[in-house]
């Protein structure tokens, strides 16, 4: 990005640049307005245009990489893998993951998360809590967006119970019964 200085009067006026910006955006909208019409009626059926997903009707699958809905990863018996070390929550930019640790049960670890909450109104979904956890105790490889969970606050604020279930549930049915779960919810809300 070139500072203010390298700029040539003709872009420092923004009005070329402006005018520019909305002959693109007006050419997209024409030339689909123009091919919709044409394609009712039988012809440019070689050409497409581009269309919006009826969401949640379709929903486009998103890639690998995709940074969904965080989730506390288990262990064989059915606890989760968190050792309360913290790095999570201090590795955080937006300062959303809260964590309360606490003595552990059994004697062969030293501690555990006794309360995890992620503030998802607060979160970035940068990642960076997936990077720093040293035991792969927390993924956002749900492939399921952040969803409206209430009117409040407080009902976007993900506790401990919730991220384990999103693990037990792709465990039980697989990777895509989030997905399938969210559309029923927002089906049943019709």
Same mark, same amino acid.
């Given at each position: ?13 923004y009005v070329p640049e402006i005018v520019r910006?909305?002959?693109?955006? =007006?050419? $997209? ?17 070689? $050409? ?14 998103? =890639? ?46 030293? $501690? ?34 952040p969803r409206i969970s209430g009117y409040l ?18 465990? $039980?049915?697989?990777? =895509? ?14």
């Open positions: 990005m070139r500072r203010p200085e390298e700029l040539t009067l003709r872009e420092r006026l910006g909305l002959r693109v955006t =007006g050419g $997209k909208f024409w030339r689909n307005l123009f091919l919709h019409m044409a394609h009712s009626v039988g012809f440019a059926e070689d $050409k497409s245009a581009s269309v919006t997903l009826q969401y949640p009707e379709a929903y486009q699958n998103y =890639g690998e990489a995709y940074r969904g809905s965080h989730r506390l990863t288990l262990k064989e018996d059915g606890s989760m893998n968190c050792t309360a070390c913290f790095l999570c929550a201090t590795a955080c930019p937006a300062r959303c993951i809260h964590i309360e640790a606490g003595e552990h049960p059994d004697s062969e670890f030293e $501690k555990y998360a006794m309360r995890y909450e992620i503030d998802t109104l607060r979160c970035i979904y940068c990642g960076m809590c997936v990077e720093a956890c040293p035991c792969d105790a927390i993924r956002m490889d749900t492939s399921v967006h606050r407080t009902d976007f604020v993900e506790d401990k119970q919730a991220l384990m279930e999103r693990s037990r549930v792709m465990a $039980k049915q697989g990777e =895509g019964a989030l997905m399938r779960q969210m559309l029923a919810v927002y089906r049943d809300a019709d």
